[in-house]
């Protein structure tokens, strides 16, 4: 909702939260969080975060037309859920959100923050703008992990409780294919149809269809499309029809306009930046 930034600390293995005040201006929120794990867990690297949507995308042209989730009986969360990848321990933990204050605690009816497993060095994290799914991107096996989020009560499986614990998909974790190599930073589209892995070795994006019923992921054609040299960010445009990838030593930003209703990507010329871009955010 605007109100709240989340920081990943990387190897310092914290995620630190930030209110955001009147001019943009920042104030620490202490958290409340246990990141206590079992025998044999190293030190926490925190490689990416997301956080679930407190709204579902708007109904509008292309909301209408492509959302997944955006009609009239679908009610927006009233939960939020924070998701951080540990490329040391290969997990993504759960934190609950406070929505007041910003503030990251453990999750309902636990003491500690609940980890999931994942494949080979997770590297990025997204979350469905549905609330449905969670993906993760792991660099070392070049697969995506997908897990439903467990937002409601589906018994006896996959879900006991409605506490925002996440379980795999079944198929999970979906290998990608064509050339991709070095799986990292992950996107999902604005209205919950696709999800765009990049290749950090590959210089390359792996496009995949979301199934809106099960949460699996199947390639798309092409299965990679290129980018610069070495790319470290992607993000997508709002209304779901541009998307940029930074180019470290390109330097320059690729650009490639969607189709919202397939998720097929086009190259556009890409865009020359000074040297070393990295982050990437629209707005």
């Known amino acids: 909702a605007g109100k709240f930034l ?5 190897t310092q293995g914290l995620v630190n939260v930030y209110k955001i005040g009147s001019g943009g201006a920042l104030t620490g929120v202490p958290g409340t969080f246990n990141f206590v794990n079992g025998a044999g867990f190293q030190p926490p690297n925190i490689a ?8 579902f995308p708007g109904i509008g042209v292309n909301g209408t037309q492509n ?19 540990d490329s040391a321990n290969y997990v993504v933990y759960e934190f609950a959100v406070d929505t007041s204050t910003g ?30 799914f969670v993906y993760v991107s792991n660099s070392q096996s070049n697969k995506v992990s997908a897990y439903t989020i467990c937002t409601k009560v589906v018994v006896p499986t996959p879900c006991p409780r409605a506490d925002g614990s996440l379980v795999a998909v079944p198929g999970s974790p979906f290998s990608l294919t064509g050339n991709a190599n070095g799986a990292g930073p992950i996107a999902v589209d604005p209205y919950g149809n696709n999800v765009y892995v990049v290749g950090t070795l590959s210089n390359t994006v792996s496009p995949l269809k979301i ?12 299965a990679v499309v290129a980018t610069g040299l070495e790319p470290k960010s992607i993000v997508i445009r709002g209304d779901d029809n541009w998307m940029f990838v930074s180019n470290y030593s390109g330097p320059s930003v690729s650009q490639y306009s969607i189709v919202p209703a397939t998720g097929a990507l086009t190259v556009a010329a890409p865009i020359p930046t000074d040297n070393y871009p990295w982050g990437l955010a629209v707005k």
Do not use: H, K, W
């Open 211 to 222: 199934s809106p019923t099960s949460g699996a992921l199947t390639a798309m054609s092409p």
């Open 6 to 10: 989340f920081v990943a600390e990387g």
């Open 67 to 85: 959302s997944a989730c955006s009609v009239p009986q679908n009610s927006p969360p009233t939960a939020q859920f924070q998701y951080a990848v």
């Open 48 to 55: 990416a975060i997301a956080a679930t949507p407190t709204v």
């Open 103 to 132: 503030a990251l605690g453990n999750p309902p009816g636990t003491t500690v923050a609940p980890s999931f497993p994942t494949d080979q060095v997770p590297a990025g994290v997204a979350v469905d703008p549905c609330d449905r």
